[in-house]
């Protein structure tokens, strides 16, 4: 919906209040106690709505089948595409009867500081096209086909993949979570057995597996994800993944041929297909040699003829290892691709900031920060391997990273046995702190000096403060181990905070145009629960 903004003309005329300086900030617009701002509008002939006007609450606008309006409501950072209906402005979002609102979340920061509305119009449009494009990913995917595989428990002779497990969660939540993929449509093992991973993917006589069974000509995608061993087969050189109930001596006879799978990939009448896997085919591992008194081998898997649309990723080149990330607990291929996914790759210089992560901009950017994590900590190289068009799309970027499930480093199962009853821990990245605040100058209409002292609490989310549970008032800012800053509210209202000890100790205070003002200030003390 969103690229649509960029093509409308904009009508001239005055909604409620006149439109605004395009040079002026928006801390400035928002001074008279607005609550919303517009920023487009799609109705031709109409005359009475016009770009940045100012919207105070309980304004009602009606709007004819196929006119839309995007909006911004500074107290929120939040963003609104709105077509037809009855729209009645609230404090933080719009209610909206008889029409379609998609809404989103800006940067909070265009609201305030030197940002003007032309520029908040341009970060609206990236929001609403990232979710137009995420919409059409979901559709697409209505009937994609995943097989996910994380081996982890192996038997006796052969080490385990510690973290085998944990990769798989995380590769199913990326399918599900950003790409839209239905879970009946994913075929979900863990510490897959041979038979098993024959029934998936079919066998030497017949590649009709249950994935087979599972797709619909030329309108499903597939995606195999596998975290667990991979080594030669010692007679034929051959890659082979391995089964959980493998016989480390037999690969050849035990092991699902590498080769097998992409034959059998390759016949079915699928859209496209993308094999991911977090494993190396040397005969090494992060956690020893999975055979045991061999040395490892140099191993050449081939792509069936006519592979048009059959794209490969895997962790490791020709002889080299999959490596561990033990501080994240996962393979290190699989963190850094789903960093990659979660729109790492699509910056620069990496990738060129579409929306879309490609094969080439993946490897690109797993070249750079897998290869680097690898030598620095092992010393030995690693490189990601691709066979296939470089110019495939992986993925999207979602709008908001946390969608991308990357779990948090676990307990060990003894740990967890004894500690059932514990409090659940934060999801990974959240934190949450007790503010307590001592106000010195009272009696301004800022929320947090109607009173002389108090707490309230905030949430964090990777250092950016998501939260509060300070009522009629927005708390934002970031949380470093050194200082806490940000802005309370929309009048002008900030504060700073420096670590002393287990706390961080500062104040808030009401400045404009770098000129602080006596009234509403007063001393805050941040502590982490």
Not at 46 to 68: H, K, N, Q, Y
Not at 310 to 335: C, I, M, P
Not at 430 to 449: D, M, N, P, Q, W
């Amino acid at each position: 919906m969103g690229t649509r903004w960029l093509l409308v003309g904009l009508a001239a005329s005055v909604l409620l209040r006149p439109s605004v300086s395009l040079a002026a900030t928006m801390e400035e617009l928002f001074e008279g106690g607005q609550a919303a701002i517009v920023l487009a509008v799609a109705a031709p002939g109409r005359s009475d709505l016009v770009e940045f006007s100012l919207l105070d609450p309980g304004t009602e606008i009606s709007l004819a089948d196929g006119e839309s309006l995007q909006l911004g409501y500074q107290e929120s950072c939040a963003v609104e595409d709105i077509t037809g209906g009855t729209v009645t402005i609230g404090a933080r979002q719009s209610r909206v009867v008889g029409g379609t609102v998609i809404r989103g979340q800006v940067d909070c920061n265009f609201f305030r500081y030197d940002h003007t509305p032309p520029q908040l119009r341009r970060a609206a449009i990236s929001v609403f096209e990232r979710k137009a494009r995420q919409t059409a990913a979901a559709a697409d995917h209505r009937h994609s086909v995943a097989v996910v595989i994380g081996n982890k428990t192996y038997t006796e002779q052969v080490p385990d993949v510690s973290y085998a497990h944990r990769d798989a969660a995380a590769m199913k939540g990326y399918l599900t979570k950003v790409l839209g993929y239905r879970e009946r449509n994913i075929i979900d093992l863990r510490d897959a057995t041979q038979s098993q991973m024959e029934a998936a993917f079919g066998n030497m006589r017949s590649h009709e597996g249950e994935i087979y069974r599972m797709i619909r000509p030329d309108r499903s995608h597939v995606t195999v994800y596998y975290s667990g061993h991979g080594a030669p087969g010692l007679d034929d050189n051959k890659g082979y993944l391995l089964p959980v109930d493998v016989a480390p001596e037999n690969v050849e006879l035990s092991g699902y041929p590498i080769d097998l799978l992409y034959e059998n990939l390759n016949k079915l009448e699928a859209r496209s297909v993308t094999v991911l896997l977090d494993a190396c085919f040397s005969g090494d591992s992060g956690g020893g040699m999975v055979i045991q008194s061999a040395s490892p081998v140099f191993v050449q898997t081939k792509m069936p003829d006519a592979a048009d649309n059959l794209t490969v990723l895997t962790a490791a080149s020709d002889r080299q290892v999959a490596s561990w990330d033990n501080e994240n607990q996962h393979g290190l291929f699989t963190y850094h691709l789903l960093v990659a996914l979660r729109g790492a790759a699509d910056e620069a210089p990496f990738g060129d900031a579409d929306g879309s992560v490609t094969v080439q901009e993946a490897k690109a950017y797993l070249d750079e920060e897998m290869t680097y994590a690898a030598k620095r900590g092992f010393g030995r190289k690693q490189d990601a391997s691709v066979r296939g068009h470089g110019g495939a799309v992986l993925g999207h970027v979602p709008d908001d990273p946390a969608e991308v499930l990357i779990e948090p480093p676990g307990q060990t199962d003894v740990a967890r046995r004894t500690e059932e009853r514990a409090p659940a821990a934060l999801p990974f990245g959240v934190e949450i702190y007790e503010v307590r605040f001592e106000t010195t100058r009272i009696g301004s209409s800022s929320a947090i000096c109607k009173e002389e002292s108090g707490t309230f609490e905030i949430q964090t989310f990777n250092g950016e403060i998501q939260s509060s549970t300070l009522k009629g008032v927005s708390v934002r800012g970031k949380v470093t181990e050194s200082v806490i800053k940000g802005t309370i509210g929309s009048r002008f209202q900030f504060f700073e905070a420096r670590k002393q000890g287990d706390v961080w100790v500062g104040e808030h205070y009401h400045e404009k145009n770098d000129v602080r003002y006596q009234s509403c200030r007063g001393k805050l003390t941040f502590a982490r629960k």
